[in-house]
């Protein structure tokens, strides 16, 4: 790799150590796991791939300088003394994200304002004018990251957050981030070599993001723009290169996909979030209850993401986690099972001892993501069998 330089992958939280392993697959160098980060190095190449490939990324940051600031004046200083009518259009629009903490910054809405004005007083002093805001879709992002006095300036070369992969225009309730799907999908360790089924679709976020996988179509394949298409240095011609290059990847998958929900609101969002990811053709999709769901046969892959408690009787989701404990010894023995929930008590009622547990972030919500190996009769025989 040439002319290589520093850049951030964020992510959620729980999905640090997957999202390195997907950046050492494309071949970034100094590889560090942060806090919902991870930082690496990269040519301007890697920098496109990494968005248009990474699944569990949801921004690649181009942090291009640091300093120290202690109060809001200093850091409209500092930058009020970048010369950004080089850096982007005044015809383009703008955004600053912030995100702060320690004692000299306590209001990341504040410190982005700041910035924001200092921004445009720098425009407005060189070309007496000044671009616009916009913070739903800017062509520019601009990010301030600042830990105590030390501010780290970035470029976002993502724009728009990555999970928005541009295939789904609905969704149901409770709908997971398809970041997160991605990483669920990842945390399995499904090496694409047996069928995958969820049986509470929903919007169908999950047996998208494993269809995407198994099928290794790009996770920014649907995506319209990115961050560094509006760059002073964007390379068409390279960024054309990338995409073909992995759109060559695209493959077979020798297995099937099953999503399944009772609902056939949920089940018809599905469908059509399905289309746009022109996957109509491998995933099967049917409105089912659970406990009706007759799976292929064994071995297989099932995550599911039940309602958590939300909208539903104390009743009704005691007997829901019951019955997918039953569910899953009589219908599906054989199968690796996960579910991700944020209700420990509730994942007890399964009624199965979990071989694995993993945390994981479902926006604020702290969640478990727990295995079950589903097996006949009884622990004691599966382990005697081996
Ligand atoms: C939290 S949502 C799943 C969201 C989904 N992962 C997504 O990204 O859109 C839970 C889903 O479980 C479904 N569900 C609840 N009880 C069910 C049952 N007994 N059988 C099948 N689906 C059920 C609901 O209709 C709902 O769509």
Redesign the pocket.
């Known amino acids: 790799m040439k002319n290589t330089f520093p850049l951030v992958a964020k992510t959620m939280a729980g999905l640090e150590q997957v999202l390195a392993e997907e950046l050492a697959q494309l071949g970034a160098e100094n590889i560090n796991v942060l806090h919902r980060a991870v930082s690496f190095e990269g040519d301007k190449e890697l920098m496109y791939r990494a968005n248009y490939c990474l699944r569990t990324a949801l921004r690649i940051l181009k942090p291009v300088s640091s300093f120290v600031a202690r109060d809001e004046q200093m850091l409209y200083d500092k930058i009020f003394s970048v010369k950004w009518h080089e850096i982007f259009d005044i015809s383009d629009t703008f955004a600053v994200d912030a995100v702060v903490s320690g004692k000299y910054f306590t209001h990341s809405q504040y410190a982005a304002l700041k910035v924001k004005d200092a921004v445009a007083d720098e425009f407005r002093s060189r070309l007496g004018a000044r671009p616009s805001v916009d913070v739903e879709n800017p062509n520019f992002r601009i990010n301030i990251h600042i830990e105590n006095d030390k501010v780290t300036l970035s470029y976002d070369s993502s724009g728009e957050s990555l999970h928005k992969r541009g295939y789904r225009k609905a969704?149901?309730?409770?709908?997971?981030?398809e970041v997160l799907?991605a990483g669920l999908v990842k945390l399995t360790g499904w090496k694409y070599d047996c069928n995958f089924i969820?049986?509470?679709?929903?919007?169908?976020?999950?047996p998208i993001e494993a269809a995407m996988q198994a099928l290794a179509i790009p996770a920014g394949y649907f995506r319209k723009n990115f961050g560094f298409q509006y760059w002073s240095d964007f390379d068409k011609k390279l960024w054309e290169k990338v995409q073909c290059e992995e759109n060559d990847k695209i493959r077979d998958f020798d297995y099937c996909i099953y999503a399944?929900?009772?609902?056939s609101?949920?089940v018809s969002?599905?469908r059509s979030n399905i289309q746009n990811a022109h996957l109509s053709h491998d995933i099967i999709l049917s409105k089912?209850?659970?406990?009706?769901?007759m799976p292929p046969e064994s071995p297989g892959i099932m995550i599911?993401?039940?309602?958590?408690g939300e909208r539903l009787e104390e009743d009704d989701i005691v007997s829901?986690y019951r019955?997918?404990g039953d569910t899953l010894k009589k219908n599906f023995a054989g199968y690796q099972a996960w579910i991700?929930s944020s209700d420990n008590r509730l994942l007890k009622l399964v009624g199965l001892k979990p071989s694995k547990k993993i945390e994981v972030y479902n926006g604020p919500l702290e969640c478990r993501f727990v295995k079950f190996e589903v097996f006949k009769g009884t622990y004691k025989d599966m382990k005697s069998s081996q």
């Open positions: 969704v149901d309730k409770a709908p997971v981030n799907a969820d049986c509470m679709c929903g919007s169908g976020t999950i399944s929900d009772h609902s609101k949920a969002i599905a089912c209850d659970m406990q009706d769901v599911i993401n039940p309602p958590y829901l019955m997918i991700i």
